[in-house]
T-cell receptor, first 113, second 116 residues
C-alpha cells in the first residue's frame, strides 16, 4: 500500500526566510509521481510542483523547489523568500501512474512579518 | 488556462432535497474527479471519470450520483444526504494517467455543502 507522511502539523517562518516542509512516502512501485499542493483558507487546491520518480534532477518552479531523495523516500518542499501570501495548508501527494492521488495529512504554514 | 470552475460556491440543503454540483474545464483534459474534504483533513477521492466513463468509484454511497455529460462537464447529483455529508466538495481535472509528462490534477475552488 502507498502512504504519504507529513510529520509537521504546523510551521512558522518569518517573511523573506526560506522554509522546508517535510514529506516522506512509502511505496514498492518504481514508477510514481510526487506532487505538492497549496490550499489557502479559501479552499482551492493549487498545484505547485511535480517530481517524477525517474527524474534525475530536483524539480523547481519559481520560489518552490523539491528536495527529492529517492533512497530515503523523501520529497521535501522548499519555499524560498517566504511571503505573507504563502500562509496556507500544504499537502504532499503521490500517484502511481493511475488516476488516484494519495494525500498526506498536510502542514499548516504561517508566515509572519 | 488552468481553470476549473465549480458552481455553486455554497449550498445549504435539507436531508430530503435533491441538488446538483457542477464542474467545468476547458483544458482538453480527459480525466475528471470528485473529492470530498472534511475540515482539517486531506481530500478524499470519490469518483474518477476517464474519457467520459466512470473508471473509479471509491465505494461512495448511492446518495451521491456522478454524471459526465461530455468531456468538459462533470456533475454530482445529491439526494437524501445526511448531516455528516457536510464538507467541501472539490472537482479536479487532469490529462489522465496516459499523459506522457506530468499528470497533475487541477482543482476548482470547491462547493461548501451544508446538510441540515
Amino acid at each position: 500500500a502507498q502512504k504519504i507522511t507529513q510529520t509537521q502539523p504546523g510551521m512558522f517562518v518569518q517573511e523573506k526566510e526560506a522554509v522546508t516542509l517535510d514529506c516522506t512516502y512509502d511505496t514498492s512501485d518504481p514508477s510514481y509521481g510526487l506532487f505538492w499542493y497549496k490550499q489557502p483558507s479559501s479552499g482551492e487546491m493549487i498545484f505547485l510542483i511535480y517530481q517524477g520518480s525517474y527524474d534525475q534532477q530536483n524539480a523547481t518552479e519559481g520560489r518552490y523547489s523539491l528536495n527529492f531523495q529517492k533512497a530515503r523516500k523523501s520529497a521535501n518542499l522548499v519555499i524560498s523568500a517566504s511571503q505573507l501570501g504563502d500562509s496556507a495548508m500544504y499537502f504532499c501527494a503521490i500517484s502511481h501512474n493511475t488516476d488516484k492521488l494519495i494525500f498526506g495529512t498536510g502542514t499548516r504554514l504561517q508566515v509572519f512579518p | 488556462d488552468t481553470e476549473v470552475t465549480q458552481t455553486p460556491k455554497h449550498l445549504v440543503m435539507g436531508m430530503t432535497n435533491k441538488k446538483s454540483l457542477k464542474c467545468e474545464q476547458h483544458m482538453g483534459h480527459r480525466a475528471m474527479y470528485w473529492y470530498k474534504q472534511k475540515a482539517k483533513k486531506p481530500p478524499e477521492l470519490m469518483f474518477v471519470y476517464s474519457y467520459e466513463k466512470l473508471s473509479i468509484n471509491e465505494s461512495v454511497p448511492s446518495r451521491f450520483s456522478p454524471e459526465c455529460p461530455n468531456s468538459s462537464l462533470l456533475n454530482l447529483h445529491l439526494h437524501a444526504l445526511q448531516p455528516e455529508d457536510s464538507a467541501l466538495y472539490l472537482c479536479a481535472s487532469s490529462q489522465g494517467k496516459w499523459a506522457t509528462n506530468s499528470y497533475e490534477q487541477y482543482f476548482g475552488p470547491g462547493t461548501r455543502l451544508t446538510v441540515t
